[in-house]
């Protein structure tokens, strides 16, 4: 089951920054957040993950709060290619199975 | 990024045929490959976990006899839709962990299958 919680849609204008927020206040010590997105018919796209230390990559940054109960995905400038569903998944260190939640909807808008 | 295939990308059957469904690593070894089913408009459904030389194990309400999954090297596993029935019709999505990378999945680009 889904241990996560996020908006199901949201805007951003291209060239700004998005930020897509995530909620798992279930959140145990050992469990890592996980970001995938996926851009319509495709598969999944890993993006970024962290324990409690914010992470940054080529893609995004994800900042993950000092009670880790949410974090935020942060695409610094978004472009039309950036249009995708991403999802948020917590897993245990070392565990399996990755069980996805709704997601959310992102659209850049020219 | 580790790159996963899968083959064919797209397959119409008639209803009541058998259909396979390959999952490559390209360039890593994968101890273990994971099938998911996408319905439109819906997330991805975790059906089963294949691990390289033993059964695969199915998650809750996934039927193991109609959904056959075979993981026989560490580079491929298939699923095997057998019967396939209209509402069998969906993307199914691969995905793998590296065994030196163990933390990340890659996934697939899914296979959409349509049962007429």
């Known amino acids: 089951d889904a241990k996560t919680t996020q908006p199901p849609s949201m805007d951003c204008a291209e060239g700004r920054a998005a930020n897509l927020p995530c909620n798992h206040s279930?959140?145990?010590?050992?469990?890592?957040v996980y970001w995938y997105r996926q851009i319509h018919s495709q598969g999944p796209q890993y993006i970024i993950h962290?324990?409690?230390n914010n992470e940054t990559n080529e893609m995004a940054s994800l900042i993950i709060t000092e009670d880790r109960k949410s974090s935020t995905l942060i695409l610094p400038h978004a472009t039309l290619r950036d249009t995708a569903v991403y999802y948020c998944i917590v897993r245990a260190r070392g565990g399996n199975q990755f069980y996805f939640g709704t997601g959310t909807s992102l659209t850049v808008i020219p | 990024g580790a790159v996963v295939s899968q083959h064919p990308s797209r397959v119409i059957c008639k209803s009541g045929t058998s259909v396979k469904i390959e999952c490559r690593s390209l360039d890593f070894q994968a101890t273990t490959m994971f099938w998911y089913r996408q319905f439109p408009k819906q997330s991805l459904m975790l059906m089963a976990t294949?691990?390289?030389?033993?059964?695969?194990?199915?998650e809750q309400g996934v039927e193991k006899d109609k959904f056959l999954i075979n993981h026989a090297s560490l580079t491929l596993s298939t699923l095997t839709v057998t019967s396939a029935h209209p509402e069998d019709s969906s993307f199914y999505i691969c995905s793998a962990r590296r065994g030196a990378d163990q933390e990340t999945q890659y996934f697939g680009p899914g296979t959409r299958l349509l049962v007429l």
């Open positions: 294949s691990n390289e030389g033993s059964k695969a194990t199915y």
């Open positions: 962290g324990l409690k």
């Open positions: 279930t959140i145990s010590g050992n469990e890592y």
